[in-house]
Nanobody, 115 residues
Framework: QVQLVESGGGLVQPGGSLRLSCVASSDIFNMYVMGWYRQAPGKQRELVADMTGGGSRNYADSVKGRFTISRDNAKNTLYLQMNSLKPEDTAIYYC?????????WGQGTQVTVSS
């Protein structure tokens, strides 16, 4: 069992930035594919970005060039740097850890982009 705890969400104006963090309780953090997902009201949860332990990254088209996913395997922590935020980025952001067929989710952190 892996526990994931997200932090860093909040209210930000359009064009602003936020940095999300996700701390995992696992001794084999580097073996997990880690990802950020989001779910807006009335919409399905969608992939924002994910990253392998070896450093390969994948981004949704809607966030390419604005968001950066990174991880610190020594600190068991995943990050999402979000720049040039737009109102349509408003959602609950979830951290996910996956190894083989096992998936673990965090509780989510709210990001609201509004003036």
């Amino acid at each position: 069992q892996v526990q994931l705890v997200e932090s860093g969400g909040g209210l930000v104006q359009p064009g602003g930035s936020l940095r999300l963090s996700c701390v995992a309780s696992s001794d084999i953090f580097n073996m997990y594919v880690m990802g950020w997902y989001r779910q807006a009201p009335g919409k399905q949860r969608e992939l924002v970005a994910d990253m392998t332990g070896g450093g390969s990254r994948n981004y949704a088209d809607s966030v390419k060039g604005r968001f950066t996913i990174s991880r610190d395997n020594a600190k068991n922590t995943l990050y999402l740097q979000m720049n040039s935020l737009k109102p349509e980025d408003t959602a609950i952001y979830y951290c996910k850890a996956q190894i083989f067929t096992r998936q673990y989710w965090g509780q989510g952190t709210q990001v609201t982009v509004s003036s």
